[in-house]
């Protein structure tokens, strides 16, 4: 009797001869198949009136399906017809419901169609992976209508054609496609069209305001006429789908005990529209204990009658009576750890770092070394702390601020105009003539007093005498050690060459002179017995006669590296950088003495020079110039050079300018009358700079450097001391070759003409006139 119940509800089972009837399959799909859509199909829109079906009713459903199959028909029949008839009228009403269900559907869906509301779901449905579903759905449709999804899972958008998940898409930007498909296949991505194109485009295209581009996919997307509603829904802050209705009456899906009983049912009594009594007398209690003053009320908080001086200074919107805003004072810095009087171990400066602040020059030094007291009062500006505050806010209170406003400066106008080199002439400007001969490099050169001789000493162990005017070498001087320096005596009657080479300075005659002059160099250069060293082995020198030229020869105990004669042609000094105490010593040629003056050197000495006309002597260590004064024994002045090592030194003919060349590129000028720090710095060399040499008479010094070139400058020193000397470069000499990462290796001035002549690396003396 269930079993026929069932079959006469709605025809739902299938028969038990294996064939399918239409009808009835439809609806088994739908109860089998749909379950989970349909069920929540009823929940919202059968209004409750499918709710009371019980677990018994589904339970029921439950058996049928079990016993859907056939073979198992028989077997059951004749227990289920033993079973009471309640199940069989409850099944019916199920099938009964739900076909009623579905009509009542078909009919609302038919109306909305009609009114341009029907839900889009049904275009928008996927196609991949739901082929089943289609096909099952598909008889239903015939009897009870097309299926709505009304399901808000991201599955019934359209699919993504870009699979990479989420890599950013700038790993992307510089390829040619945008990711790759499920099969591993690149997507390619569009030719991006030109802006003009696409402009004229976008104005013929009646879509082009609604068309998006879509960065993740690389495709371009033309909104539909539903899509842009809802958007304009959105943007008014109503609910997207105009189909959902926001104010559905509220249904209880639960089980509670007064379901189906209203807060209140009775209607609203009169007693609410009437003022009450009692809230009466009790405003007029308040009322009355404000009057007595017995309640108070929060006042308002008063101005303090001390203010901050400074307080409104960030208050732009203020203004004064001319209309400026307050202008702040400057604020001091705020102390902090290393600033306390006992500060953390950590902030305490060790003895190495301390010492290492006092080899420091004064700029690069701290402003402030943290020390530790045991009290405020002991540290040494307590006694004045509050006489300097009063101080500086009596100046800040005081002190008028103005604003002031802003000028407008042409760049231009902040450079310094110099002259231009054609109002500087004379200056050697070409290349005149070339001397040949040496088979190493040219490492040293000098002229004489007159200007007519030229000497030069190279690494292949020789000494060259050469004529000026004509490029001749009268004389050479084999000493088979690489010549380091010469240089040529200044007092013209005494025709000598002091050449330094190994640990010796040769002091021999040049034979340049006449026979008056040879005859005096040549008494000059004989050993006397009262030379130093000649009977003392215990002399920082050794006198003695020369066996390579006729001359004397000066032994050190160290390799000699430069030699410097005084202005007067009796004394010169040499220079021994590896030595201590003996670094720098003073010869004495008429009595063949030898001096040591300087035995604590403050530093590798590099250069020596006498002043050129008063009892000074200049010392040069890698960074500091000391200059002392030969007649007070004292030192007179510290120059500091601003360089990480000097190379070469040179003085003004006057006396009061130095300049100094250093093997980091930099040419530092010296106005000793001004400052200890230098004048003016340049950097036109790209390499180290090898020497530098001022002129005799001309307003002219040059330089030369390993970049195989020589710079020559203008140098103006004026007599009047308000006036700073005018320095303008006027000509790069270029000639000489670079081999093995040297150039030119020094430079002189010819003493009476605008001449200058360079030594390389390449063998060759090259003489540059105007």
Known sequence: MARQGKRKAGDVREPSNGTTDPESSDEGDLLEGNASDDEGALSDGSEGGLVASSSEDEGALASEEEGSDPESDGEGESDEENEDGEIGEATEELAQAVQDYYLERDAREGEEAENGELVRGQEEVGVSGRGEEEERRGAGEERFGPHVDESDSSEDERPDRNTVG???LEWYKDEEHIGYTKHGKKIIKQKRKDELDK????????KAWRTLYDEYNDEDIVLSKEEIAMIQRIRQGKIPHAEVNPHEPYVDWFEFEDKGQPLSGAPEPKRRFIPSKWEAKQVVKIVRAIRKGWISFDKKPEAPRVYLLWEDDFRTADKTANGLTYIPPPKPKLPGHEESYNPPLEYLPTEEELNSYDLMYEEDRPKYIPRKFDSLRQVPSYANFVKDKFERCLDLYLSPRIRKKRINIDPESLIPKLPKPKDLQPFPTTLYLEFLGHEGAVRTLATDPSGQWLASG???GTVRLWEVQTGRCRKVWSLNTPVKFLSWNPNPDRPLLAVVFGRSVLLMGSGTGNETQSEAAAGLVKL??????AADEGAVVRWQKSERAEGLEVVHKHDVAHVSWHHKGDYFASTSPDAVSTAVLVHQLGKQQTQNPFRKNHGRVQRVLFHPTRPFFFVATQTHVRVYNLAKQQLAKKLTAGVNQISSMAIHSGGDNLII???DNKLTWFDMDLSTKPYRTLRYH?????????????????????DGSAHVFHGMVYSNLLENPLIVPVKILRGHKVVESEGVLDCAFHPTQ?????????????????
């Open 199 to 206: 402009f004229l485009k976008q104005a013929d295209d009646p």
């Open 166 to 168: 989420n890599v950013p």
């Open 458 to 460: 190279s690494r292949d």
């Open 661 to 663: 060349g250093s093997y």
């Open 754 to 770: 605008p001449w200058l002549f360079t030594a390389g690396a390449d063998k060759s003396i090259k003489l540059y006139c105007n």
């Open 528 to 533: 006397q017995e009262t030379a130093t060293g």
């Open 686 to 706: 790209d390499s180290s700079i090898e020497g530098v040499a001022f002129h005799r008479s001309y307003p002219l010094f040059a330089s030369c450097s390993d």
